[in-house]
């Protein structure tokens, strides 16, 4: 698990502790015996980055490795299945340069995991929202062609 400073506004760093073998922050602190990047994406059979925040799927996009998130994503595989699960303000997702962006994503083989409508974190109901853990798992073990 590799988390951003984003992300840490989300979730407390012992909910990521107790969740996590081990987990970066995105200024490359990493646990114990830990080298690099490269590391954190060895025997990776999904890459699943979750939120995927409009900055992100921008880096995505365009290749730019500025954090150990999107140092991470070059370093994967190419034949390890990649997934965006989006989320962000409905502005924000039907912008033409976001939608351009989720495009030219696609267009690099990754897989989208598309927002619902919903009530936001930024109090507004729309098109957006980050689909439900339970759904989010569903959709990995479908993929991946686990029945549970």
């Known amino acids: 698990m590799i988390v951003t400073d984003a992300a840490k506004e989300f979730v407390t760093d012992s909910a990521i502790a107790a969740n996590a073998d ?8 990493r646990a114990p015996g830990l080298i690099s990047h490269i590391e954190a994406t060895d025997d990776l059979d999904m890459l699943l980055i979750c939120p995927a925040t409009a900055n992100t799927i921008a880096k995505i ?19 390890v299945t990649k997934v965006i699960a989006p989320a962000m303000n409905t502005r924000m997702w039907k912008n033409p340069v976001v939608e351009r962006n989720v495009g030219l994503v696609r267009d690099l083989d990754w897989k989208i995991l598309e927002p619902v409508r919903g009530r936001l974190a930024c109090g507004t109901e729309g098109e957006g929202k980050l689909p439900s853990t339970r759904d989010i798992v569903a959709w990995v073990n479908e993929q991946r062609g686990w029945v549970v």
């Open 61 to 79: 996009a365009y290749g730019i490795a500025g954090n150990v998130l999107t140092s991470a994503i070059l370093a994967t595989d190419v034949n």
């Open 22 to 29: 081990f987990y970066w922050w995105q200024d490359y602190k």
